[in-house]
């Protein structure tokens, strides 16, 4: 998929998501754990496919390189299924609920 046909099809927090990891790659950890809750707890997903694809690629490729406070909660094994069955912070689901929002 190109990045025209990408950004033609992006929901608002998939833009919002591919900005903030392009720029930032410690913000990667937030937005695959806020992804996770709304896709596995909330059953309402805040991310296309395609957009939780890239965002859990950018972190198996900087693995080494991210810093976050959460990022101890999240395992490689985790990144290369696709999945996150784990503890979520309290934060998350506030997080999440903003982002909605936006």
């Not at 806020?34 to 496919?49: F, N, Q, R, S």
């Not at 406070?69 to 999440?96: C, E, M, Q």
Request: aromatic share 12%; charged share 25%.
């Amino acid at each position: 998929m190109s990045l025209e046909q990408f950004f033609s099809t992006e929901t608002n927090c998939d833009k919002k998501c591919f900005d903030s990891i392009e720029t930032n790659i410690n913000l990667t950890v937030p937005w695959f754990l806020m992804a996770a809750y709304a896709y596995y707890v909330e059953d309402d997903p805040i991310l296309t496919d395609a957009q939780y694809d890239r965002l859990v690629h950018r972190m198996i490729d900087n693995w080494n390189k991210i810093e976050h406070r959460h990022k101890n909660l999240i395992t490689l094994d985790a990144l290369k299924a696709g999945t996150f069955i784990g503890k979520y912070p309290s934060i998350i689901a506030g997080a999440v609920k903003q982002v909605r929002n936006i």
